[in-house]
């Protein structure tokens, strides 16, 4: 085992007991559970217990939902109804104190979910940048917003207002990041927000909970800890939710839809799984195919619903593709995330190794190859990546989203092959393209930007640029995600309308000149 630097040694515990509600950090004196990570502190392997956090349950779950409802109280509430500058400031505020967290959270990255050092500071930075760039997108959605527009003998004001109360539930893999993409614009368009941590990376918030008690109205944001089925199913049963804002399974989105009583006034933000291919054209510069491989299907061990979960690789280059992409696998650097030059990391879920093994067990028996030397070797918090070649539809590896370090590669003749599957996947939400022929691509991308939502050309799957929008088709996303849309999504088209006469026009010019009206309102934020 490496040597731990000293500023990543874990020297005490972090024993969460409080959680917020209605502006309050409250004091939890209840059943709690342990945190561990997979990362071992010492010599001889063994988990490292990092804290714990509260269990909550069916009455805290109504606590935390209860207090945003009456924090939005039917559109009437401080933060709903408070002027977007000041609301703007509420935010500025909390990233200023979110930034003096950032070494603690990062050490939190790293344990509680393996993500290497220098991921966990770009989750870090790259969410900070995310607010701040929220905040000037809403900047200019306000200014664009402060007029009156005349159509048809009617004059409008239209704006964007709130839905209500949100239930938001990050994903473990991107703990800050991608809770931060939901919860942010949620929270900023004045919804009030319930916040449930992920079951990996939810220490990590722990540095940030004064940040948001003194930030928000008493009952804007609540975070409480424990289960889904324990916390998030009687939220949804009360009815009090307006959105369901959830990065994670399909599964779980379903089954909390189906407990809300009204699902028809539900509004529903998923980010969900997908099964990106790659496809690797007979003339593509390999490369540069294999390098791009490499970080789309490993970076973060796969742990990414954005990762290249299959590899379809032109018959007349899968010989070279494959002793080359294999051996590149196998030079991969395994250890803790602070060590130097390591991309491969302990897995966060102990029980992820069994299910990788027998993805590729099945395989095995189906008629695959463990391609690389080092493909399934196992530690005790890992198994190294095996690639796997030829996968057939047979296989469990072929349909299943393996979320973890295995790399399924088919070949393909007529590409009609590979755009017949991605047609008969549940999953749409991006393609890798490998080629340069352009009479070839042209005529592809059409066709794939019909069947995904990015076409990554000569590219690994990826989310960012945070600008560009995020969504899937199928079952791998309902709604859209970016600093642009995002801020859309969780918000509704609301105005003030009057005929055009000379009666309306001076209440209008009242209200303008008077201020007293928050909506009506010409002034904007620089």
Known sequence: MSLIPEEFQITSLLNQDTYLVDGELKKWEGQTTAVFSTISSTEEYGPTILGSIPFMGETEALEAVNAASVAYNNGQGLWPTMKVSDRIKCMANFVTQMKATRSEVVKFLMWEIGKSLPDSEKEFDRTVEYIYDTIEDYKLLDRNSSRFTKSQGVNAMVRRGPLGVVLCLGPYNYPLNETFALLIPALIMGNTVIFKPAKHGVLLISPLLEAFRSSFPKGAINIVYGRGREVASPIMKSGKVDILALIGNSKSAIALQDQHPNKNRL????????????????????????????????????????????????????????????????????????????????????????????????????????????????????????????????????????????????????????????????????????????????????????????????????????????????????????????????????????????????????????????????????
């Open 267 to 526: 509004r529903l933000i998923l980010g969900l799984e997908a099964k990106n291919p790659a496809i690797i054209l007979p003339d593509a510069d390999l490369d540069l195919a294999i390098q791009e491989c490499i970080a789309g299907t490993l970076s973060f061990n796969g742990q990414r619903c954005t990762a290249l979960k299959i590899l379809y690789v032109h018959e007349t280059i899968a010989d070279e593709f494959n002793r080359r992409f294999a051996a590149k696998v196998d030079a991969l650097v395994f250890g803790n995330p602070w060590d130097k030059a390591v991309m491969l990391t302990p897995l966060p879920e102990k029980e992820k190794p069994t299910y990788i093994q027998e993805l590729i067990d099945d395989a095995v028996k189906k008629g695959a190859t463990i391609i690389n030397e080092k493909g399934g070797e196992h530690s005790p918090n890992y198994i190294f990546p095996a690639v796997l070649f030829p996968i057939n539809k047979e296989m469990r590896v072929y349909h299943e989203e393996q979320f973890g370090p295995v790399i399924p590669i088919m070949t393909f003749k007529d590409i009609q092959e590979p755009l017949n599957d991605m047609a008969e996947s549940n999953y749409g939400q991006q393609v890798s393209l490998f080629g340069s022929d352009i009479k070839t691509i042209a005529p592809l991308i059409d066709t794939l930007v019909n069947l995904v939502c990015r076409v990554n050309l000569n590219s690994s799957c990826q989310r960012g640029p945070d600008v560009y929008p995020f969504t899937g088709r199928k079952d791998s996303a309902v709604g859209t995600l970016s600093i642009h849309d995002a801020l859309r999504s969780f918000s509704i088209r609301t105005f003030v309308a009057s005929k055009d006469n000379d009666y309306n026009n001076a209440i209008l010019q009242e209200l303008l000149n008077s201020k007293e009206s928050n909506f009506v309102n010409t002034d904007y934020t620089m």
